[in-house]
């Protein structure tokens, strides 16, 4: 099924336009100043601790409210210059103005304190770091058509506005998409159709950029010719979009590379978008749940196996579920292509009851688990049902993994240790990663 986006809008206030001066007395993980106004917490944009600023207030709830620093009044000594001219405006890298040793710092002080409140002796490992830019392999634009100026713009989303920020360059993602982003204003000013334009989605893949246009009408042949000529230029893998489905005009499906696996995908897929740290990442959970040759091993929420392929390798047999059905397919031609024949891939939905599916009635002594922003709450009792030793959870929300921690450590495990990835630099996003044992 094709997945379309809505722009969200903005949140209404009555305070819109109301000024306030306030100190900065904390850093929130999400890169945000926290100051208290009588009595209540705020969350400032571009706002750093030990800075006296005039803030402009976004957004009132009873309990806490949100805001932007729009003057510095009294500047932190540790403010730096975002690296990004269009910052401030563009709804990405938000964090840009924090040292990345004090954004890494402000995340894994969330984290670990929040656990801490749950079991005082877990081994807190370092911090899974890599590079702060140019880490991103994949980045979705914008097109709109300037009915005025009769001009394309393609580039990011202005943040709270659904105007398009046109961009030439951008800090964060790879230099192979870098290089594109001009040629591509270049291709699109020469279409006859510019209204049929969507938007863009390009990949740095292992066997070359991929790219995917969205097209809300069929092309002219003119077009398309342009297109084909553009893709074969750059060496592009090319695919077209349209409400009927996706073609592909040049090229083949990309894939990249896992240990010694080759992980073919769909340009619309999910994969992680920093490829060094998720090689990193994939590596930590093997290690730490020191697998031998006689394990079972399940992988819940298990995409296009990621995780349950470069584990197979080391264990007697492993299983991986997944909710999308597509992608169960995907894994089971990338098992099949990398000839793990020990492992089995099953669609199945986590957030009901699965103790009487066939391959829940199987012995597992490990477990990993990947889930989405919410968690993996819906899954957790019939999870815990099967007595794994070792449960080693994969998280992107820290809020959704304390409420799940505590779930698990309810049931008769122990939480041994813990490591915040940087998957996501000068941005609010944490990801991590923690090993759960069964109390003996």
Not at 67 to 76: D, E, F, G, M
Not at 203 to 215: I, P, S, W
Not at 329 to 347: D, M, P, S, T, W
């Amino acid at each position: 099924m094709a997945l379309f986006y809505t722009q969200q809008k903005p949140p209404k206030s009555h305070h819109a336009t109301k000024s306030v001066v306030a100190e900065i007395v904390d850093l929130d993980y999400q890169g945000l100043g926290v100051a208290k106004i009588q009595g209540k917490t705020w969350f400032v944009e571009n706002a750093l601790p030990s800075e006296q600023v005039q803030l402009q207030i976004l957004e009132e709830k009873r309990q806490y409210g949100l805001a932007v620093a729009k003057k510095i009044l009294t500047p932190s000594p540790q403010r730096q210059l975002p690296k990004c001219e269009h910052y401030g405006r563009c709804g990405g890298c938000q964090s840009q103005h924090i040292p990345i040793e004090m954004q890494r710092e402000a995340k894994q002080n969330a984290l670990f304190q929040r656990l801490q409140k749950l079991q005082n002796d877990i081994e807190f490992m370092p911090m899974i770091t890599g590079e702060q830019w140019q880490y991103r392999r994949r980045a979705r634009l914008s097109i709109g058509f300037n009915t005025k100026s009769k001009t394309l713009d393609i580039g990011f989303r202005q943040k709270r506005s659904s105007n398009i920020i046109s961009i030439t360059h951008c800090d964060v993602i790879e230099p192979k998409l870098n290089n594109l982003l001009p040629k591509l204003a270049a291709l699109f000013a020469q279409f006859s159709q510019p209204k049929a334009l969507g938007h863009i989605e390009l990949v740095a893949a292992e066997n070359g950029v991929a790219m995917l246009l969205r097209v809300t009408q069929n092309l002219s042949e003119i077009d398309r010719t342009l297109l084909r000529q553009f893709a074969q230029k750059y060496a592009l893998n090319l695919f077209v979009q349209n409400d009927v489905g996706t073609e592909i005009l040049q090229g083949e499906s990309p894939f990249y590379r896992l240990q010694n696996l080759k992980l073919n995908f769909d340009i619309r897929d999910f994969i992680q978008v920093n490829a060094p740290l998720n090689q990193e990442m994939v590596a930590t959970a093997l290690d730490w749940l020191a697998l031998e040759s006689t394990d079972s091993v399940l992988d819940l929420f298990c995409g296009m196996g990621n995780f349950t392929l470069p584990l197979s390798q080391y264990v007697q047999s492993a299983v991986g579920i997944e909710g999308v059905s597509a992608m169960v397919e995907k894994a089971r031609k990338n098992a099949e292509q990398n000839g793990c024949h020990n492992v089995e891939f099953y669609q199945a939905d986590l957030d009901k009851p699965f103790a009487d599916q066939p391959w829940a009635t199987q012995k597992f002594n490990k477990i990993l688990l990947d889930p989405p922003r919410s968690g993996a709450a819906f899954a957790l009792d019939a999870l815990v049902q099967l007595a794994a030793e070792k449960i080693l959870y994969v998280s992107c929300n820290s809020a959704t993994l304390v409420r799940d921690a505590q779930s698990l450590l309810q049931a008769g495990y122990k939480l041994k240790k813990v490591a915040m990835i940087d998957m996501f630099p000068n941005t609010g996003h944490l990801e991590s990663i923690s090993l759960f044992e069964k109390e003996k």
